[in-house]
Each structure stands twice: as structure tokens, then as C-alpha cells.
T-cell receptor, first 115, second 115 residues
Framework: RKEVEQDPGPFNVPEGATVAFNCTYSNSASQSFFWYRQDCRKEPKLLMSVYSSGNEDGRFTAQLNRASQYISLLIRDSKLSDSATYLCVVNKKVRYGGSQGNLIFGKGTKLSVKP | NAGVTQTPKFQVLKTGQSMTLQCAQDMNHNSMYWYRQDPGMGLRLIYYSASEGTTDKGEVPNGYNVSRLNKREFSLRLESAAPSQTSVYFC??????????????FGQGTRLTVV
């Protein structure tokens, strides 16, 4: 099983649509979860962190299911400006009992929102 | 408010040449990373440094070396560049807070072409 696996995409949706991205991770000891957005030829930037209780930021809702090792991102009322690649990110604790970790990125899912 | 600064932004090398990519962050983060991004492959971790004085191999370390010069700076060196190392390289930094990483901040990337 890959460490972080995302829907391959691409997703092509009309403006106003609701779109959901899914992500699974293999390391049950992971403690930090994020969704990043990457625009073409740009660096990735944080969209939102993901918490066990779920969190919402405007049109964006992120959910975490630790038992299933599953993360989701829901975008409601999609806009043309939402067109980008969405990356699922999970930390990998590499020294048990220590204080170090590193962040593992999924391959990303490309979203194209059409007029 | 610079964040993560990478240099150079673009570089063309001939096969066999060497070069060093520079990265510096001003957020006092302990963790720093080097990723490469290729079409269809997502972000792949080359090396990371959990703290000053430590470095560890990531998923694709062959052909690269790194130096964590101090807490701010983390350089990536290609000793003998190969066409397979043509890619976009991103440096990033984050902080481990004991129960998870903070978000990772990325530099703007270096577009490297090896001919």
C-alpha cells in the first residue's frame, strides 16, 4: 500500500458543482494531516489542516477518519478559481519516542472547473 | 517576510556538471526538506533534515547529497548531473510540535534542465 494515495483524477466539473477528494494513508501513527493546493508551475500552499473533529473553511470542508485512515476534502459551489491540483499530506513519524517526522505528499488530484 | 528562499530559480546544466541548490528559511523551523516534482509523479522526497546536524534519505536520494549548514540553510548538491535529474526542485520547512507537524512552507522552486 502506498504511504499516501489519492484519487488519480482529473476532475472536470462545471461551476457551482460540489466535488469531493479522497485520500488514504498507510501509517497509523501519523498525527498531522493537511490539504495543499498547487497552481500550475507554482509551489504548493496550505489550503487547510485536517482535524479529527472535521473542519470547515467557507466552501471547503475537511474530514479525517483515523480508524479507516482516510481523509477527505469537499468543495461546495466550485469556482473557476478553484482549478488547481489538490495534494493530500500526511506526516510520517520516523523516530518513535523522539520528536522528528517528515511530511509525505500524495500525487495530487487535478481539478478543472469549467464555466 | 521571506519565508523559504531558494536559488537559483532556473538552471540548465550539461550532463556531468555539478551544482548546488541553495535554500534558506527565516521561520526558525527545525525540519527542512528537498523534494523533486515530475509530471505524473507528484512530489517525491529526496532528503530531509529533522534538525540542525541531522539528515536522512527520502524516497529518491540517489545522485544527490545534502548539507544542513545551520538551522536556516539546507543545500542540495548534484555531483554529476544526469538527464534523469531534470525536474522541478522544491525546498520546504516545517516544525515538529510533539503531536504533529506545522504546515510546510515551500520555496518557489528551481526548474533544472540537464542536457
Amino acid at each position: 500500500r502506498k504511504e499516501v494515495e489519492q484519487d488519480p483524477g482529473p476532475f472536470n466539473v462545471p461551476e457551482g458543482a460540489t466535488v469531493a477528494f479522497n485520500c488514504t494513508y498507510s501509517n497509523s501513527a501519523s498525527q498531522s494531516f493537511f490539504w495543499y493546493r498547487q497552481d500550475c508551475r507554482k509551489e504548493p500552499k496550505l489550503l487547510m489542516s485536517v482535524y479529527s473533529s472535521g473542519n470547515e473553511d467557507g466552501r471547503f470542508t475537511a474530514q479525517l477518519n483515523r480508524a479507516s485512515q482516510y481523509i477527505s476534502l469537499l468543495i461546495r459551489d466550485s469556482k473557476l478559481s478553484d482549478s488547481a491540483t489538490y495534494l493530500c499530506v500526511v506526516n510520517k513519524k520516523v523516530r518513535y519516542g523522539g520528536s522528528q517526522g517528515n511530511l509525505i505528499f500524495g500525487k495530487g488530484t487535478k481539478l478543472s472547473v469549467k464555466p | 517576510n521571506a519565508g523559504v528562499t531558494q536559488t537559483p530559480k532556473f538552471q540548465v546544466l550539461k550532463t556531468g556538471q555539478s551544482m548546488t541548490l541553495q535554500c534558506a528559511q527565516d521561520m526558525n523551523h527545525n525540519s527542512m526538506y528537498w523534494y523533486r516534482q515530475d509530471p505524473g509523479m507528484g512530489l517525491r522526497l529526496i532528503y530531509y533534515s529533522a534538525s540542525e546536524g541531522t539528515t536522512d534519505k527520502g524516497e529518491v536520494p540517489n545522485g544527490y547529497n545534502v548539507s544542513r549548514l545551520n538551522k536556516r540553510e539546507f543545500s542540495l548538491r548534484l555531483e554529476s548531473a544526469a538527464p534523469s535529474q531534470t525536474s522541478v526542485y522544491f525546498c520546504a520547512s516545517s516544525e515538529w510540535l510533539g503531536q504533529g507537524d506545522t504546515e510546510a512552507f515551500f520555496g518557489q522552486g528551481t526548474r533544472l534542465t540537464v542536457v
